[in-house]
């Protein structure tokens, strides 16, 4: 828990203001601990949470998905297989409706400028470092989703 993020866990003080019930999200992140972390700290604000254990599955699911399903994506930068770069990349490039526009977000223990700009460059709307912040965490969410 504390490799991946600070502060409380406990709903009440964990997320006040926090609302993300009925908004889906994909959460792209290849170590399993972090994933099952992050989708209990998510489903505490309500969002629902469909995983991917790398970048080429994480493009999957979103291609399978209907168009418009997935309200952000979050994505791990340095995973096996494909990368969060690349992935977000790839899903930029789908012919499909929402690729252009859905948020994504890098969450990388890489946090110095060249990193946030690589993220940019991919085509990600705002970079998280590691370990995550929880409150940031969810005020990036807030600030992103449509």
Do not use: C
């Not at 690589?118 to 990600?124: E, F, P, Q, S």
């Amino acid at each position: 828990l504390r490799r991946f993020v600070l502060g409380r866990t406990a709903p009440e003080k964990a997320a006040p203001g926090y609302d993300f019930t009925g908004r889906q999200l994909l959460l792209v992140e290849d170590n399993e601990l972090n994933r099952e972390i992050a989708v209990e700290l998510l489903q505490q604000v309500g969002a629902q949470v469909d995983t991917a254990a790398n970048g080429e599955l994480g493009v999957k699911k979103f291609r399978s998905a209907p168009e418009h399903f997935y309200a952000l994506i979050l994505m791990d930068v340095q995973m096996p297989v494909m990368d969060g770069l690349s992935a977000a990349r790839v899903i930029r490039a789908l012919p499909r409706g929402d690729a252009a526009q859905v948020p994504i977000v890098a969450m990388t223990a890489d946090a110095f400028a060249e990193d946030v700009a690589a993220a940019k460059r991919a085509g990600m709307n705002a970079h998280i470092a590691k370990p995550i912040e929880l409150q940031q965490l969810y005020r990036t969410i807030q600030e992103l989703l449509p």
